[in-house]
Structures are given as C-alpha cells and as structure tokens.
Nanobody, 126 residues
Framework: QVQLVESGGGSVQAGGSLNLSCAAS????????IAWFRQAPGKEREGVAV????????TYADSVKGRFTISHDNAKSTVYLQMRSLKPGDTATYYC???????????????????WGQGTQVIVSS
C-alpha cells in the first residue's frame, strides 16, 4: 500500500509563495506517476501537476503553468510542489496522489490514481 503524507500548506497573501512536500512510501512496481491535485470548496478535484516516478517528465494544468514547479527527490521518496505568484483562485486543499499509466494525460483522469494523501490546505488572500 502506497502511503502519502503532504505538508507545507498555509496562508499567504496574493503574489506570495509556498512549497508543498509529499513524502511517499510503499511504492508498487506499477506506480508510474505522482501528482498534485487540488479541491476548492464546492468544486471538483482538479489536477495541478504530475511527474513521472522513473524520470523527469512533468505536466502542468494550464492554470498553473509558469507559476508552479513539481520535482522529486527519489533518494528521499519525496515529491515537491513549488508554488509562486499565488492567486486567491489557488486557494484549495492540495492532495498528493500515486497513479499508474501514462502520466501526461493523467491530470484529467482521477481513475488512474488509487492512493491519496490526507491533503494540506492552502489559503491565498487578496
């Protein structure tokens, strides 16, 4: 069972930055992607960024391109999400997830992800 634990959320003013971390353990051989999703109150969960477990390939949602950066440190089994130029619209609970299959298309396919962290809240005030 893959276990994921997020940290690093908090409150920040618009234009500020936050760095999220996702500590992962128990990878299965089928785990191919680690992604960040977010869910704002009353909205559906949406994919933010994904990185291939065995490479450096990354994909971002259009809404965060140029502002967010996903990376991983395989030695620490940790995936990071650097968030810059934050906007009030980025306010949400951010979840880390482990998935299978082809990573670039997975941000729109929650069904590829069967393991989720508990989430960490990000609040961006104007």
């Amino acid at each position: 069972q893959v276990q994921l634990v997020e940290s690093g959320g908090g409150s920040v003013q618009a234009g500020g930055s936050l760095n999220l971390s996702c500590a992962a353990s128990g990878y299965r051989y089928t785990t191919n992607c680690i992604a960040w999703f977010r869910q704002a109150p009353g909205k559906e969960r949406e994919g933010v960024a994904v990185i291939a477990v065995r490479g450096e390939e990354t994909t971002y949602a259009d809404s965060v391109k140029g502002r967010f950066t996903i990376s991983h440190d395989n030695a620490k089994s940790t995936v990071y999400l650097q968030m810059r130029s934050l906007k009030p619209g980025d306010t949400a609970t951010y979840y880390c997830a482990a998935g299978i299959g082809w990573c670039p298309s997975s941000l729109n396919r929650l069904s590829q992800y069967s393991n989720w962290g508990q989430g960490t809240q990000v609040i961006v005030s104007s």
